[in-house]
């Protein structure tokens, strides 16, 4: 069953997002008084307006009259594979949302249409390259010329009549089509994505907690008291709610258990402020020029630094994290901690769950890989005059291809801990094979993933 989502502009969430992008919602379009308002402003501008008056880019101070749609056409030149369509649908929703907020100056007339296709599953055929966070242009200008009726729609319409269309303007072209609604969405999904995977975290280490009996003291709550911050706080407090406590044969245990709250803390703070960001653009009018006031406001909101320095951070702490699941599972290999056979193997000589650390440090390094800072980069185009990039595109990018390589490390530390559990007669009701024959531990590693959900 879905549920609708009303969109005013100013309160849209990474969670809705999601939800409506894989079609578990609707959106309704609520007050467009804002958006009128920008509308009529922009019918009443004298002098030289960015993008309506002028060319852009290094053309900026070039008058041009009547150059109608060209602008879009110009700049839906993309390339690559074309992008899910959950992602194209995350774009619209988030542009819907913005011109909500108003600022733009787009015809508000857009804006049932935008909604009927978001709700219809049209989405516009984004490919994967094109932006470098300073504007998602050329997914945009495909979207807008999808309403248009110049480039085809992902879902084919029953009939033409059927298929969403709006005649925007040459007036529309560059407010519709300036802004960063294809990062923020996926910026947005890799959020809402990533936060019950940090839930899930907490679950599979209580399961190696339980499987090596670490010590439960560094959770104790004078422990968090003694350092304020809030997901170290709140990761120790779930994590000890988990545990039965009790006493541990070390007086302390590898970081891989004694510093969890800390280091799966940080994630959660940085995941805390990537989603603050995020949430914070998906409701600005960041327009440029922006209408507001009764004139043209020229400026830099557009600009996606604050989106990737957040999400540069996320992607770090991520790394973080998933070092100490591997550093877990490797103390699970060792008898010096488990009490049983090499490898958790059912006997002397067996390779038993070896393979799951290689399997592990894979991904790990594959995490790793996604984690270079795009901060670091810089661009000069348009004949110097736009001398820098945030590259928030490729932050976010990154940021929803983290989620497969965390799932599989966490899921080996799973696999690794229900075998230690059991091996030493201890409860554990997570639904992987019981047998520990040396056999093909793929099938266990996919069951795994499968159930961390059930640990959020």
């Not at 594959?366 to 000069?380: D, E, H």
């Not at 590259?391 to 990154?398: D, E, L, N, P």
Request: aromatic content about 6%.
């Amino acid at each position: 069953m879905t549920t609708d989502i009303t969109l005013d502009g100013t309160t849209l969430t990474c969670e809705q997002v999601g939800a409506v992008a894989r079609g578990e919602a609707r959106v309704a379009v609520g007050s467009t008084a804002a958006a009128q308002a920008a509308w009529h402003a922009s019918g009443q501008l004298h002098g030289p307006v960015y993008g309506r008056t002028t060319g852009v880019g290094a053309n900026k101070d070039v008058a041009v009259h009547a150059q109608g749609m060209d602008l879009a056409r110009s700049h839906a030149g993309g390339a690559g594979p074309l992008v899910e369509e959950e992602r194209a649908r995350a774009m619209l929703v988030i542009r819907l949302n913005q011109i909500l907020r108003g600022g733009s100056g787009v015809n508000p007339g857009v804006l049932p249409v935008l909604a009927y296709a978001i709700n219809e599953g049209f989405t516009p055929p984004v490919r994967l390259y094109g932006a470098i966070g300073t504007g998602d242009l050329t997914a945009l200008s495909t979207a807008a010329l999808c309403l248009t009726g110049e480039v085809p729609w992902r879902r084919a319409p029953w009939s033409p009549d059927e298929a969403p269309s709006f005649a925007l303007s040459g007036s529309d072209a560059l407010p519709f089509m300036s802004a960063n609604a294809m990062t923020l969405g996926d910026a947005a999904l890799a959020c809402a994505g990533l936060r019950p995977l940090l839930g899930a975290s907490i679950g599979v280490a209580a399961h190696s907690w339980r499987a090596v009996d670490a010590s439960d003291e560094p959770l104790e709550q004078p422990v968090q008291d003694a350092r304020r911050h809030p997901g170290q706080a709140r990761v120790a407090t779930r994590l000890r709610r988990r545990l039965a406590g009790g006493p541990s044969p070390r007086l302390q245990d590898p970081y891989g258990y004694r510093a969890f709250p800390q280091v799966h803390g940080a994630a959660f703070d940085a995941l805390d402020m990537a989603e603050r960001v995020v949430t914070t653009d998906m409701n600005s009018a960041a327009e440029n020029p922006l209408i507001a006031g009764g004139r043209a406001w020229h400026n830099g909101n557009f600009h996606t630094a604050p989106v990737a320095l957040a999400l540069d951070g996320l992607r770090a702490a991520l790394v973080q994290t998933a070092s100490l699941s591997t550093a877990r599972l490797a103390t699970m290999m060792e008898p010096a901690y488990t009490g049983l056979i090499p490898f958790l193997a059912d006997r002397p000589g067996a390779s038993g769950a070896l393979i799951l650390e290689y399997v592990a440090y894979d991904a790990l390094a594959t995490l790793r890989n996604l984690a270079a800072p795009v901060t670091l980069g810089g661009a000069v185009l348009s004949r110097s005059v736009e001398d820098h990039a945030g590259f928030g595109t490729q932050a976010a990018r990154a940021c929803l291809a983290t989620r497969e390589p965390y799932e599989i490390v966490l899921a080996c530390e799973l696999v690794a801990a229900v075998r230690a559990q059991r091996q030493r007669g201890l409860s554990c009701d997570v639904p992987l094979d019981p047998r520990m024959e040396d056999r093909p531990l793929d099938a266990d590693i996919e069951a795994a993933r499968a159930a961390l959900p059930a640990f959020a």
